[in-house]
């Protein structure tokens, strides 16, 4: 049970956020590929958010360094 919760919350973002459940293609291939193509979509959504944080992070460190804003 501990992997499949580790899957079940990736599995509904994918369902829920980038249509995973409907095929826009036939042919197993063209759906293979529709199926990496939101897979890489889904990652690079999740990179992009790592990112944001990362240097939101910076600049409250940045600024609390300069004396201009306490910590919270």
């Known amino acids: ?3 499949r ?3 079940e919350s990736t599995q509904s973002e ?3 956020g980038h249509g995973l459940r409907r095929a826009r293609y036939r ?3 063209m759906l293979d590929l529709q ?3 939101i897979g890489a979509a889904c990652n690079i959504k999740r990179w992009l958010s790592v990112l944001a944080w990362e240097t939101k992070m910076a600049i409250r460190a940045a600024a609390a360094a300069a004396g201009e804003l306490t910590p919270a």
Do not use: E
Request: aromatic residues 6%; without cysteine; proline residues 0%.
């Open 1 to 3: 049970m501990h992997t």
């Open 5 to 7: 919760n580790g899957i």
């Open 14 to 16: 994918l369902v829920r």
């Open 27 to 29: 042919g197993k291939a």
């Open 35 to 37: 199926i990496q193509f």
